[in-house]
């Protein structure tokens, strides 16, 4: 007698976060946005990445809890080259749009 016991555990994973986060430290001109479109890509994630004037970069993300937590972990450490000094995670409504994406700096 099969038992379908996958309905009991989606009722978790339907559920959607989407943070807006600001990471510091040495994160520009060291591939860190092509580094987190290829992570948060990897993740299933949905939203956008871009500098800032101040030398930041901030970035979306939008997909389950357990991912977004993940994305927020791999972006305190990010690529090779960079130096975070500070990650800020700020809860948010925005739209994240339909895939994940560079958009201009601000």
């Known amino acids: 007698m099969a038992t379908p016991q996958a309905t009991n555990d989606s ?3 339907s559920q959607t ?4 986060v600001v990471i510091k430290g040495r994160v520009q001109g060291v591939f860190y946005r092509n580094w987190t479109i290829e992570n948060a ?3 299933g994630l949905k939203g956008w990445v871009r500098n800032r004037r ?3 970069v901030e ?3 939008s997909g389950s809890p357990d ?6 972990q791999r972006c305190r450490r ?6 975070v000094t500070g990650l800020q995670v700020f809860p ?10 560079r958009k201009p700096t601000v």
């Open 59 to 61: 970035a979306l993300f």
């Open 17 to 20: 976060k989407t943070v807006r």
């Open 67 to 72: 991912s977004v937590q993940d994305m927020e």
């Open 54 to 56: 101040d030398g930041s």
């Open 11 to 13: 009722s978790q994973p």
């Open 41 to 43: 890509t990897q993740l």
């Open 92 to 101: 948010s409504n925005d739209d994240p749009g339909t895939r994940f994406e």
């Open 78 to 83: 990010g690529p090779p080259a960079a130096m």
